[in-house]
């Protein structure tokens, strides 16, 4: 794999994710309880519109290599008071699973 970037996800990345999650089991280890399956639009549209709010607690990055988008993770629970923030919902599409 070539080098890989880390950019914010705009809601034009959105549908990718869907592609994603075609089964209940990878959908679960992906988010938990937080969507349901079938994934739909809708779903991560309002998902996604949390992070484009003032002072958002939650960010959304995509990981990008070879002009494709292979990788996703969200910056939650973001405290700027406390810097700080967890990072969860790591979610990379099945051909780079397992390349580190």
């Known amino acids: 794999m070539s080098d890989i970037q880390i950019l914010p996800m705009t809601e034009e990345d959105l ?4 592609e994603w999650a075609q089964d209940e089991k990878t959908l679960i280890e992906w988010c938990g309880p937080v969507f349901d399956f079938p994934l ?3 779903q ?5 519109s949390e992070s484009t709010k003032p ?3 939650r960010f959304i990055f995509k ?5 494709k988008i292979c990788g996703m993770a969200e910056l939650g629970a ?5 810097e700080t ?4 919902r790591i979610f990379v ?3 780079n699973r397992g390349k580190g």
Do not use: H, R
């Not at 990981?63 to 002009?67: P, Q, R």
């Open 85 to 88: 923030g967890s990072l969860c």
């Open 93 to 95: 599409d099945k051909l």
């Open 15 to 18: 549908p990718v994710l869907i």
């Open 55 to 57: 002072n958002p607690q």
């Open 44 to 48: 991560l549209q309002d998902y996604f």
């Open 63 to 67: 990981a990008v290599a070879e002009g």
């Open 40 to 42: 739909t639009i809708e």
């Open 78 to 82: 973001v405290n700027v008071k406390n």
